[in-house]
């Protein structure tokens, strides 16, 4: 039965409270820009390739130079986080400052067919700190403790993924398991919706998808958000069909793709990191039951990674 008392309108997708830091801002606009009109685009475009340039203009400026309209400018930053214009100012002024501090120079991520093993380990370990970065500084910290207070305090926890999130999900929910929480993880699509149907208030339902309009994983978050549960969306798009039955969103960073790197792979790396930060901040708040838990879990499990005596 749907709860009356949820709304579309309260979800987690409204804009956080506090605006991200100045270096945060150049990891927002690579996780929005794909989402955006191309009208928007081009202004998130123009700030993160010229900061010091935009931040020197007014918005009708800035309008001008995009091409666009001081509303589309408007909405662009708020977009991004920042109330108005004049945040998103000072914000570009402080990225400014920080890209001329010394910074080094940008590897390419970009893997060719006769590249050298060593160039990929290289370019491959680029890519990846730079999506953890970018995840780290758009992570919404406020939405994140939410979902860790309910998670923490949960009857029961399912976790909905398909294709490489649903490792993700797995991964979640074994670390879940080991401090003593009932958590699964579904990656059969019927499963998981009959699972959901099960839940009501005071279980957490959580979706894992990059792209997030996946059919097979909102479909069940939907089922657990009109059954009552207290939904968390982990996504790449945070105003993607998943955001609108999801009651807290954790945003992971929008990777580049390439040809031999595809989304699948770039995605878990920021997907990754937003479970373990969710798992580290559910075992803080149960630390008095979760240690007992997971040092049980060490005991039980010691005598296979012990060399055997005999074979039998």
């Known amino acids: 039965m749907a709860n009356p008392v949820k709304e579309i309108f309260n979800k987690g997708t409204a804009a956080s409270a506090t605006p991200p830091a100045p270096a945060a801002l150049a990891a927002k606009v690579r996780t929005l820009t794909p989402s955006m009109t191309r009208s928007m685009q081009r202004v998130a475009e123009a700030v993160a390739d010229d900061p010091a340039g935009c931040a020197a203009l007014t918005v009708t400026g800035l309008a001008e130079?995009?091409?666009?309209?001081?509303?589309?400018?408007?909405?662009?930053?708020?977009?991004?986080?920042?109330?108005g214009y004049r945040d998103l100012r000072l914000a570009l002024a402080g990225l400014a400052a920080h890209q001329q501090s010394g910074r080094a120079p940008s590897v390419t991520a970009d893997i060719a067919v006769d590249d050298p093993i060593s160039d990929v380990v290289a370019k491959l370990a680029y890519d990846e700190q730079q999506t953890l970065a970018d995840t780290a500084a758009g992570l919404d910290t406020t939405q994140l403790s939410a979902a860790v207070v309910a998670a923490a305090t949960a009857r029961r926890i399912d976790i909905y993924g398909v294709g490489a999130s649903s490792l993700v999900g797995m991964d979640l929910a074994q670390k879940l398991l080991r401090i003593g929480l009932i958590a699964h993880a579904h990656a059969d699509p019927h499963l998981a919706v009959t699972n959901a149907v099960q839940l009501r208030t005071g279980d957490v339902a959580i979706?894992?998808?990059?792209?997030?309009?996946?059919?097979?994983?909102?479909?069940?978050?939907?089922?657990?958000?009109?059954?009552?549960?207290?939904t968390v969306a982990i996504t790449g798009r945070p105003d993607a069909p998943v955001s609108q039955y999801a009651d807290h969103v954790l945003t992971t960073s929008s990777a580049r793709e390439s040809e031999l790197r595809p989304a699948a792979m770039s995605s878990r790396t920021?997907?990754?990191l937003v479970v373990d930060c969710l798992f580290v901040g559910v075992a803080q708040r149960t630390y008095e039951t979760a240690a007992p838990a997971l040092a049980a879990s060490y005991e039980a499990l010691a005598h296979r990674h012990s060399p055997r005596s005999t074979h039998r």
């Open 207 to 230: 979706a894992i998808t990059h792209s997030g309009s996946t059919g097979d994983v909102i479909e069940p978050l939907r089922t657990a958000f009109e059954r009552g549960a207290t």
């Open 65 to 83: 130079r995009t091409g666009t309209s001081e509303a589309t400018v408007v909405r662009t930053a708020r977009l991004l986080g920042y109330p």
């Open 270 to 272: 920021g997907q990754l």
